[in-house]
């Protein structure tokens, strides 16, 4: 929240979901980047499924952080740049206490992955490798829905690949994944933040984490800007609104 000279207004901005403010976010990415996923030599259908399932594996868990990272969104359109990362906003207004509630279902969370998913799958599948050796490759239309729920997503994907190489053949169309991720716990409690502080009342932190224990909510205040971040203890992930 910032307070400026007489004609101005106090501009209060609530930024949305995001996964930085550590290093280890910074070494998660590099080593993700220098992971490499093995190429077969020869193709089945077996093969082919193992192949594309774990690039798929590979890209949900590598679009969970960029979503995240980016404040709720695959490529954000309203937001505020932090630490090199442009993060949505989730609540904006003009005035001394409110601000306008703007955050997104969590539907519309799951969709952004899915989308993050789709964007990222062609740098991991090498087809490229595949045409030296002499394969052909027909491509169909990726489709894909995705269930985020507090403990986990779940994606359903349809990607029909048709690969042929002389009397070998191999076609695979539908995939599933499924991880375990605290997104959807920490996007419940996020919701209830900003649903606070658009009344105008700030979010009683302390009350909220004695009942709480397994939770680590801090609150910063950045110019001109109000960050709450929200970790579970038992892992890594921080989100931050």
């Given at each position: 929240?910032?307070?400026?000279?007489?004609?101005?207004?106090?501009?209060?901005?609530?930024?949305?979901?995001?996964?930085?403010?550590?290093?280890?976010?910074?070494?998660?990415?590099?080593?993700?980047?220098?992971?490499?996923?093995?190429?077969?030599?020869?193709?089945?259908?077996?093969?082919l499924t193992a192949y594309v399932q774990s690039c798929?594996?590979?890209?949900?868990?590598?679009?969970?952080?960029?979503?995240?990272?980016?404040?709720?969104?695959?490529?954000?359109?309203?937001?505020?740049?932090?630490?090199?990362?442009?993060?949505?906003?989730?609540?904006?207004?003009?005035?001394?206490?409110?601000?306008?509630?703007?955050?997104?279902?969590?539907?519309?969370?799951?969709?952004?992955?899915?989308?993050?998913?789709?964007?990222?799958?062609?740098?991991?599948?090498?087809?490229?490798?595949?045409?030296?050796?002499?394969?052909?490759?027909?491509?169909?239309?990726?489709?894909?829905?995705?269930?985020?729920?507090?403990?986990?997503?779940?994606?359903?994907?349809?990607?029909?690949?048709?690969?042929k190489k002389e009397d070998e053949e191999a076609t695979?169309?539908?995939?599933?994944?499924?991880?375990?991720?605290?997104?959807?716990?920490?996007?419940?409690?996020?919701?209830?933040?900003?649903?606070?502080?658009?009344?105008?009342?700030?979010?009683?932190?302390?009350?909220?984490?004695?009942?709480?224990?397994?939770?680590?909510?801090?609150?910063?205040?950045?110019?001109?800007?109000?960050?709450?971040?929200?970790?579970?203890?038992?892992?890594?992930?921080?989100?931050?609104?």
């Amino acid at each position: 929240m910032i307070k400026q000279k007489r004609a101005q207004v106090t501009i209060f901005i609530i930024l949305g979901l995001v996964l930085l403010l550590s290093m280890g976010i910074f070494i998660y990415y590099t080593s993700t980047a220098e992971e490499t996923i093995s190429i077969p030599e020869e193709i089945d259908q077996a093969t082919l499924t193992a192949y594309v399932q774990s690039c798929l594996d590979a890209t949900t868990e590598e679009s969970i952080q960029k979503v995240a990272a980016n404040g709720g969104m695959n490529k954000p359109i309203f937001y505020k740049t932090v630490g090199g990362k442009n993060i949505s906003y989730w609540c904006t207004g003009e005035g001394e206490e409110q601000c306008v509630n703007t955050a997104f279902l969590k539907e519309d969370l799951a969709e952004q992955i899915v989308e993050g998913v789709k964007q990222e799958l062609p740098k991991c599948l090498d087809f490229h490798s595949f045409e030296q050796q002499g394969y052909t490759i027909q491509e169909g239309i990726f489709e894909g829905s995705a269930i985020l729920t507090e403990t986990g997503i779940d994606l359903t994907i349809t990607y029909p690949i048709k690969m042929k190489k002389e009397d070998e053949e191999a076609t695979v169309e539908n995939f599933r994944v499924v991880q375990e991720t605290t997104l959807g716990t920490l996007y419940d409690i996020a919701v209830q933040i900003v649903n606070t502080e658009a009344t105008g009342t700030s979010f009683d932190i302390v009350s909220y984490i004695t009942n709480h224990t397994n939770l680590i909510i801090t609150k910063q205040r950045p110019y001109p800007s109000i960050i709450y971040s929200i970790k579970a203890k038992k892992n890594d992930l921080t989100l931050n609104i």
